[in-house]
Every structure is written in C-alpha cells, then in structure tokens.
C-alpha cells in the first residue's frame, strides 16, 4: 500500500501517519522528495483498512497494490479457471452455450423449446421458475412446478439447466432441481444471497447488476468464492445508459477487462443487453470474438405468446443460424462447444 501525503503537510502530520502505521504492525518506508512525500507501508496488506488511512489529516490518498478482490484476482490464480456443470465445461477453451425460455411456462412449450436449440448445438438449458419481473403483477413464474419441469427436460435432452435463485429461502429448493444457480442483474448486490449460495458446492452463474462497475461484478463473485465455492461464471449482460434505442448497453469492453483482472471465465447474455431480436445476432457473434466464455440466448418457438421477455425471444431457426456463425467464430477463437 502507498499513502501519498498532501503538499503542505506539516511534519507532526506525517510523524502520526508513521506512527499509526507502527500501531497497527506494519513497517512504514518514508520517501520524502523535493515536492512528494509518500509512504510505502510493508506487510500483509489483505489485513490492512485503506479507509482509516485516509482519514488521517495529511493524507491526500491511499493506494492499495493489491485488489479488493483477492480470490477473484488474476494475481491469485493466473491459470483461467474452468467450471464444470455436468458435463459441460465452461472456460479454458470450453464454451457454455446456453439457451432457452425467459420463463419454464408448461412441459410442451420448453420439451418443444429445448428440441431446437439442443439441435443448434446448445449445451445447457436455461428458464426461470422464481422471476424477478418489474410489476408485481405481471407472471412470477412457476416456482416448485417449474423447477421439476426444468429438470426433466433438461434430464430428456440431456442438457444440465440453469435457473435464478432471487432469495436465501429458495436455496434448498432450486439446489435440488437445478445444476447451476443464476444469480440476476437484480440481486448481484444481494449480499446474503451470494453468501448463501457460497456455501453450497453447485456452480453460480452471477450475472452483471445493471449499474455494476467490472468492479463491483468481481467483488460480487467475492462473496461467493470467499464462502469456499469456487465455481463462479461471471455475465455480462448489459448496463444501464441514455441510450433509449435498446434495453441495456452491451458492455463488451467487460469480457477482455474481466479476463485481464480475473481467472474467472465470463459469458454474455446479448438478450437482456439489447433486448432486441434483430441485434442479438450480431452481438452474440461479437462476444466469441471479443473472447467470451459462453453465450446466454433466449430462445422462444411462439415468442408472442411467451409468459416473459417475448419480444426479445429468438425464434428457434434464427437461433440455429447464429449458433452456426458463433461455431464458426468460436473455432477462429480456438475455442469449442
Ligand atoms: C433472465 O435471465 O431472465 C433475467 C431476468 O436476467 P437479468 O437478471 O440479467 O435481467
Ligand atoms: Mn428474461
């Protein structure tokens, strides 16, 4: 850690800063040049509060080296890690190709559903039983019923599935039906819930809050790993803007950015980013070449009769061409699924 001291800092100021740092079982190195002071402080600096510090009169910042997020990090694991659902790997090379309904609806719409885009190429089936909708009002989803349907329609096309948890409570429940855990935009923050699910062993996918930084996101993936579960896929999923044009704005920058900070691997979900059919193609398409671990579609064989996120659904033949074009891309990438 580096403590720069303000310009006109008195030396009773800087005595104390030094002293502090002694107090508090670290080794301060004073530098004080024609114009700069600054202080290193040695030691273990996972054990040491940057915020105090900054109260300190005459301190003008402090600069931690290492990042807050320490198990998320790149530094404490340079090799990409590479999480298993099922069969299905995703990192390292190995892409999650994931698809299906907003929302689990009934046993034909996802058994139809799940036929198409395991054809296309899918590995892990995706719908909603618990929804985190905007209205009260409007479908919440099937809870219970929906998780079994998931799961055996899941087990007929051999797929694993992902489902969103949205409370502790439902941790029990949604761990015996699915094989994966979404975490949404709506909860990346939900602190207790990331707790939670960091006690259990099953895989989480922790989707981008819509006004997260990269940062926030890798804090998030914190708690969890933090907790002792290690299996962490990161999504990129779009963030709020001015732009009223698409739902979110797609942050691609996030994929390169994730993977220079972090060993965990990150997928993108161009349907909730854009929000829009016609350009969840191209955009699925820029995320295997922007480096992403997977890619997350939705997927609808009637999408004007879907229970959520209609209008953003892929019809199933539009999903076969883009996984086509993403295979392609994928293989340029040296990547496969
Ligand atoms: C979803 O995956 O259906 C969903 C609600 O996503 P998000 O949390 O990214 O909005
Ligand atoms: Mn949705």
Not at 77 to 104: E, H, L, Y
Not at 252 to 276: E, F, Y
């Amino acid at each position: 850690m580096i403590i720069v001291i303000r310009p006109n800092s008195t030396q009773a100021e800087i005595d104390h800063v030094l002293e502090r740092i002694r107090e508090l079982g670290f080794k301060p190195h004073l530098s004080q040049g024609e114009h700069r002071t600054i202080i290193g402080v040695i030691g273990d600096e996972s054990q040491l509060q940057a915020e105090p510090l900054a109260a300190i009169a005459g301190v003008e910042q402090v600069l931690p080296i290492m990042k807050p997020y320490k198990l998320a990090s790149r530094d404490f694991n340079k090799k990409d890690t590479v999480v298993a659902v099922g069969k299905v790997r995703i990192g390292g090379g190995s892409m999650a190709m994931i698809a299906g309904p907003c929302a689990v609806e009934n046993r034909e719409i996802l058994d139809e559903i799940a036929g198409h885009v395991k054809r296309a190429g899918a590995n892990l089936l995706r719908g909603g039983a618990f929804k985190p909708r905007t209205s009260p009002y409007s479908f919440q989803g099937l809870g219970e019923e929906g998780l079994k349907i998931l799961q055996d329609t899941g087990r007929k096309h051999d797929m694993p599935v992902v489902t969103e948890v949205m409370d502790p409570r439902q941790i029990p429940l949604v761990e015996r039906y699915a094989d994966m855990f979404q975490i949404g935009a709506r909860n990346m923050q939900n602190f207790d819930l990331l707790k939670e699910v960091g006690q259990t062993t099953k895989p989480v996918l922790l989707k981008r809050g819509m006004s997260a930084t990269v940062k926030d996101l890798l804090m998030s993936a914190e708690y969890i790993l933090s907790e002792g579960n290690p299996h962490v896929v990161l999504c990129e999923r779009g963030v709020r803007s001015f732009e009223e044009s698409t739902r979110n704005m797609l942050d691609l920058s996030a994929v390169p950015n994730v993977k220079g900070l972090s060993h965990l691997p990150i997928i993108v979900d161009p349907s909730h980013a854009t929000g829009r059919p016609d350009l969840i193609p191209s955009m699925a398409c820029a995320a295997v070449a922007a480096g992403a671990d997977g890619v997350h579609i939705e997927v609808h064989s009637c999408p004007e009769k879907a229970l959520s996120d209609g209008p953003q659904a892929l019809l199933p033949p539009r999903y076969a061409e883009v996984m086509e074009c993403m295979r392609r891309l994928a293989e340029v990438m040296g990547k496969t699924f």
